[in-house]
């Protein structure tokens, strides 16, 4: 555990939209340097016009969220996730926030602390991320929508594991880091993927069920590590890594 206070988040901005126009797109990793075999083989995918948030969800507009009922209307939640909430909660009355949340606190590397409403939320399940998505008029993006926009900035950017300072969530500009983002990408092989050769093949290839796919790195992942075609993945109920969302809507 860190015993130095983390850093206050930074003041968002109003929620701004960047627009895609669609196309045939490129997806997945071609060229030098590392990938896992899951990132692979590059292929075409058509992209109908959308738009995706300059920013992830805060805690606060997560506090929004909690304070309409989102958590109790069954309207927002995928058949699924509403089973999941009304049945895995840590007592009889079901999950009613992100993991780690307690009244206006969170616990954090830093222990418990005052929950701020400017950082990005974390620690949500892709069932969460979807109830969310659909309360605010909105929805996931899929991985190419998010992959084809990521094309386009450094992810060696943002809020990434890389200082003694504890991994917290802190926002700021840029697709990468702080919140690993929920996708509505069920992670599935690639056009003629085939798992590496040996023990590597293990990794990937034996997980590509019941699970979604997950971009952008975040504040525990070690910067260089992450890159537009990386393609990480949990199943739906998962939420104990720093785990956000970005919205995205149809143009």
């Known amino acids: 555990m860190w015993e130095a206070a983390p850093q206050a988040a930074s003041a968002q901005k109003e929620q701004d939209w960047i627009s895609h126009p669609g196309e045939i797109a490129m997806i997945g990793h071609d060229g030098p340097g590392f990938a896992f075999d899951n990132e692979g083989p590059v292929h075409r995918v058509y992209l109908e016009p959308f738009a995706l948030s300059d920013r992830l969800v805060t805690n606060g507009e997560w506090d929004a969220f909690i304070a309409d009922g ?111 983002q929920f996708t509505r990408s069920a992670y599935l092989p690639y056009p003629r993927f085939a798992p590496a050769a040996g023990a590597v093949g293990e990794y990937n290839g034996k997980f590509m069920s019941g699970q979604f ?38 143009i």
């Not at 969460?128 to 659909?134: G, H, R, S, V």
């Not at 309360?135 to 899929?142: E, H, I, N």
């Not at 199943?235 to 956000?244: E, K, L």
């Open 70 to 180: 989102g958590y109790r209307n069954p309207a927002l939640w995928l058949s699924d996730g509403w089973a999941w909430v009304n049945g895995n909660g840590i007592n009889l009355e079901g999950i009613s926030a992100p993991l780690y949340w307690h009244e206006g606190d969170h616990f954090t590397h830093c222990g418990w602390q005052p929950r701020d409403p400017d950082a990005p939320v974390s620690h949500i399940s892709y069932y969460e991320a979807d109830a969310f998505a659909t309360w605010a008029g909105c929805r996931l993006p899929t991985e190419f929508e998010w992959e084809a926009i990521g094309q386009l900035h450094d992810p060696a950017d943002g809020n990434q594991l890389d200082s003694a300072a504890p991994p917290l969530p802190r926002g700021g500009e840029g697709l990468f880091g702080d919140c690993w």
């Open 213 to 250: 796919v997950l971009k952008g790195a975040s504040c525990a992942t070690a910067r260089g590590h992450s890159r537009a075609s990386y393609r990480n993945f949990f199943y739906p109920h998962q939420r104990w890594q720093f785990t956000g969302l970005r919205l995205a809507k149809d």
